[in-house]
């Protein structure tokens, strides 16, 4: 496993579309592994693939240390309720701004095996999974952001 570089906002490759994944190859489930150790090393909640380079429809979603979600091909089935606040992302670091999200979601996606399964979160899980699909359609939180990003220490651990 490896620690890998996290791109930042203006870098392009965070702007482009991720390609679905058709099979989980030994590649793809090393990128996985680390994805999460990038993660967690950082103290993010998610990461998603084109953060570290990669074009693929994969996420990584840990939002209270002790249930990760490995998610390929994710989508969101059902989102309903709003919730209002602070947002961040590894590759804004530092920063953070109110971005308005669903406060449930429901999603499919694809586990290591490729075994469908569906989750379902409220509250900072439902905002994760927002956040974190977005990212594979080239969106940043700061496309949605109300009002202005602000600053925020350096060990804020709930950047995604
Ligand atoms: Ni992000």
Not at 75 to 86: A, K, M
Request: proline share 4%; charged share 30%.
């Amino acid at each position: 496993m490896a620690i890998r570089n996290i791109r930042e906002l203006g870098d392009e490759i965070l702007r482009k579309n991720c390609r679905e994944v058709k099979e989980v190859t030994p590649r793809i489930r090393e990128l996985i592994q680390d994805m999460y150790e990038t993660m967690y090393e950082a103290q993010g909640v998610g990461l998603a693939a084109p953060q570290v380079g990669i074009l693929k429809r994969i996420v990584v979603i840990d939002v209270d240390g002790e249930h990760p979600y490995t998610m390929i091909n994710p989508r969101i089935l059902e989102s309903r309720d709003t919730q209002t606040g602070s947002e961040g992302c590894l590759s804004v670091p530092g920063k953070a701004g109110i971005v308005t999200r669903p406060n449930y979601v429901k999603a499919e996606a694809w586990n290591e095996n490729m075994e469908r399964y569906e989750v379902e979160g409220e509250g900072l899980l439902a905002r994760a999974i927002c956040h974190e699909l977005d990212h594979l359609d080239g969106v940043m939180y700061v496309d949605k952001v109300e009002g202005e990003l602000y600053d925020v220490g350096a060990a804020e651990d709930d950047e995604e």
